[in-house]
């Protein structure tokens, strides 16, 4: 089956660590740039950052001020986020999605998500 | 980076016809023919509808378009049926970047 299945949420203090995993399966992962996007309760989604094929190219939203980090292993099929220095504002449901093949500009694919929750 | 512009919430009954505006600037939806749309049903990931202005995935039912004129696109939903209660949101490339807009929540009568 064609999936995408994220792990590693929970409840963190403020200040903590996380480091959220997607397992992909199904398809030819090492193909398709992927992307984390959040969606706090309530909220719209926010795109966090993307990753390339190769990871030759990493981007990530502005506003993380370089807390996160992206990284994939094509051996494994795995994509991976690194969050340090969690704040509250980063409570929300984290989704992996695969762009859409050979751009970058939509994504045709979603995990189900891992939700993040930032509390003391 | 800032959101792109969507209204909170549209309606519409079934069978009518329901568009759904997204506002960005020449930075973003006006510079690209990036634009993309997604529905998502409550507790449920996103889903793909429209790429690149105007094209639909394969299997995304042809009630469902979009267009675009200057710094705002569009989607407009025919023949409104009540699966399409939904939230969409719209979406657009942004120099190395992806921005979203806020959501509008549909409401079929």
């Known amino acids: 089956e064609v999936q995408l299945v994220e792990s590693g949420g929970g409840l963190v203090k403020p200040g903590g660590s996380l480091r959220l995993s997607c397992a992909a399966s199904?398809?030819?992962?090492?193909?398709?740039?992927m992307n984390w996007v959040r969606q706090a309760p309530g909220k719209g989604l926010e795109w966090v950052s993307s990753?390339?094929?190769?990871?030759?190219?990493?981007y990530y939203a502005d506003s993380l001020k370089g807390r996160f980090t992206i990284s994939r292993d094509n051996a494994k099929n795995s994509l991976y986020l690194q969050m340090n220095s969690l704040r509250a504002e980063d409570t929300g449901v984290y989704y992996c999605?695969?762009?859409?093949?050979?751009?970058?500009?939509?994504?045709?694919?979603w995990g189900q998500g891992t939700m993040v929750t930032v509390s003391s | 980076q800032s959101a792109l512009t969507q209204p909170a919430s549209v309606s519409g009954s079934p069978g009518q016809s329901i568009t759904i505006s997204c506002t960005g600037t020449s930075s973003d939806v006006g510079g690209y023919n990036f634009v993309s749309w997604y529905q998502q049903h409550p507790g449920k990931a996103p889903k793909l509808l429209i790429y690149e202005v105007s094209n639909r995935p394969s299997g995304v039912p042809d009630r469902f378009s979009g267009s675009k004129s200057g710094n705002t696109a569009s989607l407009t939903i025919s023949g409104l049926q009540a699966e399409d209660e939904a939230d969409y949101f719209c979406?657009?490339?942004?120099?190395?970047?992806?921005?979203f807009g806020g959501g509008t929540k549909l409401t079929v009568l």
């Open positions: 999605a695969r762009d859409r093949r050979d751009t970058t500009d939509s994504f045709d694919m």
């Open positions: 979406s657009s490339y942004a120099r190395n970047s992806t921005l």
């Open positions: 990753i390339s094929t190769l990871s030759s190219y990493i």
């Open positions: 199904g398809f030819s992962f090492r193909t398709y740039g």
